[in-house]
């Protein structure tokens, strides 16, 4: 354990950071196992403060388990991209990882192919203010999980025809 200063540079993120029973629940929820590996990523991720780079988050893990290799760190920091726990971005020529805030996001799962998309919470905020005006609910909108058939899975159908 490296002894970080304990109070976190980012107080200007007001957005709790996930925790890792939430993190495994909504893999879970998207069908999607978890594994020692996507667990012990999820706490290093966790534990982390700000950007990381695949090395960096390899590293981390190493001091775990060393039985983790590269390549599966980085499938793991992919498959965390797409279904939105982590943003990437470009930072000095490299690619850098950070954990998604819980900034409410919700997926969008394709039935047919299981592809997951994520999805902006600003998309449902008409919604929101709608169930409070007019039935005078509190809509929790913490992550939803849309199912349906995405654009090339309802091409591929309608060309079956």
Do not use: W
């Not at 200007?12 to 029973?21: G, L, S, V, Y």
């Not at 279904?83 to 950070?98: D, L, N």
Request: charged fraction near 15%; include cysteine.
């Amino acid at each position: 354990m490296s002894q970080e200063s304990s109070h976190s540079h980012d107080h200007h993120h007001h957005q709790q950071k996930p925790d890792a029973a939430e993190l495994c629940q909504t893999l879970r929820e998207l069908g999607y196992r978890v594994t020692p590996q996507r667990r012990l990523l999820i706490d290093v991720l966790l534990a982390s403060h700000g950007h990381l780079t695949v090395r960096e988050v390899y590293d981390h893990v190493q001091t775990k388990s060393a039985a983790v290799d590269q390549a599966t760190v980085y499938r793991t920091l992919e498959l965390f991209h797409k279904i939105g726990f982590v943003f990437s971005s470009q930072m000095a020529g490299q690619t850098v990882y950070e954990l998604a805030s819980m900034v409410p996001h919700h997926h969008l799962v394709c039935r047919v192919c299981h592809g997951v998309q994520p999805l902006d919470n600003h998309h449902f905020e008409h919604l929101v203010s709608h169930l409070l005006t007019e039935h005078r609910f509190q809509a929790e909108l913490a992550h939803l999980t849309i199912s349906g058939v995405c654009g090339h899975c309802a091409e591929v159908k309608n060309n079956v025809v």
